[in-house]
Every structure is written in structure tokens, then in C-alpha cells.
């Protein structure tokens, strides 16, 4: 497992911007697929977007596609999620999630059972 931290959460009109960053610990950052998920009072915790080893491969939850985008900086261990064009519906708290990659297998993962690090998760309100 890999120690993740979310920051860069808070309280946002809608139709405005917020991005979030996970920072991870370790020297193996790279290694990892890492992937954002959110958990909105009373539901369950769903996927949001996942990003391959390198910013080769991207994947978004249809909810989310053409707002937010998900980055990665191997040297400095961060993962980003830039989210724009925010909704209420959007609120939620953000998780930050990562896999090792092994080789041969897939790019990217959408499933909470897919991934075994987790962070403590940043807080995203959307007022209207």
C-alpha cells in the first residue's frame, strides 16, 4: 500500500472550478495506476477517473466527462483532478486511489475493489 493525501477541496458555486491534489509517499509513484472516486451523502462510493502509469490512458465516469480531468506529475507524486463547470450534484467527498500496476495487465480501473490505497478523502461542495 502507498500513503495517499487529498487536498485542495472546499466550497464552490456552480459553474465554478476546483482541483483537487493527492499526494503519495514512497519512491515507486510511478508504478501505480491512480484513480479518483467520490463518495455523495447517502449513496455509495463511485468511480470518477482513472490515469495510467503516464498521462498516456485517461478514463472518466460519464458524469464527469468533459468537466474534469485527471493529470499526473511522477516527480513530484502527485495526482490532479481539475474539475470546472461544477454542479451540485457534484458534491461529495474525493478519494484518492491507487493500484500497482503489474505487467500485461490493463491501463485502467474503475472498480473500489480495484484498487488497495486509499486516502482519508477531500471535501467538494457545490452551493447553488
Known amino acids: 500500500q502507498v500513503p495517499l493525501v487529498e487536498s485542495g477541496g472546499g466550497l464552490v458555486q456552480v459553474g465554478g472550478s476546483l482541483r483537487l491534489s493527492c499526494a503519495a509517499s514512497g519512491r515507486t509513484f510511478s508504478s501505480y495506476i491512480m484513480a479518483w472516486f467520490r463518495r455523495a451523502p447517502g449513496k455509495e462510493r463511485e468511480f470518477v477517473a482513472s490515469?495510467?502509469?503516464?498521462?498516456?490512458?485517461?478514463y472518466y465516469a460519464d458524469s464527469v466527462k468533459g468537466r474534469f480531468t485527471i493529470s499526473r506529475d511522477n516527480a513530484k507524486n502527485t495526482v490532479y483532478l481539475q474539475m470546472k463547470i461544477l454542479e451540485p450534484e457534484d458534491t461529495a467527498l474525493y478519494y484518492c486511489a491507487a493500484r500497482p500496476w503489474i505487467y500485461g495487465s490493463r491501463n485502467y480501473y474503475t472498480r473500489r475493489t480495484d484498487f488497495g490505497s486509499w486516502g482519508q478523502g477531500t471535501q467538494v461542495t457545490v452551493s447553488s
Open positions: 490515469i495510467s502509469l503516464t498521462d498516456e490512458d485517461t
